[in-house]
């Protein structure tokens, strides 16, 4: 079993930026697909991005160019960075872990194993 933990949200005006972290625990998730995905009031959950063991990753496009994942195996962690963040990217964030390539995570969602709970991210005017 593996436990998701995410932190970092918060309250940040449009055209700042957070950046969130996955603390994982109970096994390694370092062959795994990372994955962040949100939900925002009143809509259905949607990916934003994934990050491979390998390192390669895949981005909604809307997110392209603001947003960078990365990863810390050694720490069993993963980060979401989010610039220029627009008020659209108000929502609840969730980390993800699958066996599966990031890629079938984003277009399929399928292969998650792991959820966390979520953090909210609220960007004001």
């Known amino acids: 079993q593996v436990q998701l933990v995410e932190s970092g949200g918060g309250l940040v005006q449009a055209g700042g930026s957070l950046r969130l972290s996955c603390a994982a625990s109970g096994r390694t998730i370092s062959m795994y697909t990372m994955g962040w995905f949100r939900q925002a009031p009143g809509k259905e959950r949607e990916f934003v991005v994934a990050?491979?063991?390998?390192?390669?990753?895949y981005y909604q496009d809307s997110v392209k160019g603001r947003f960078t994942i990365s990863r810390d195996n050694a720490k069993n962690t993963v980060y979401l960075q989010m610039n220029s963040l627009n008020i659209e990217d108000t929502a609840v964030y969730y980390c993800?872990?699958?066996?599966?390539?990031?890629?079938?995570?984003?277009?399929?969602?399928?292969?998650?194993?792991?959820w966390g709970k979520g953090t909210l991210v609220t960007v004001s005017s």
């Open positions: 993800a872990a699958g066996n599966t390539t990031p890629q079938r995570m984003g277009v399929m969602k399928s292969g998650i194993n792991y």
């Open positions: 990050i491979a063991w390998s390192g390669y990753t």
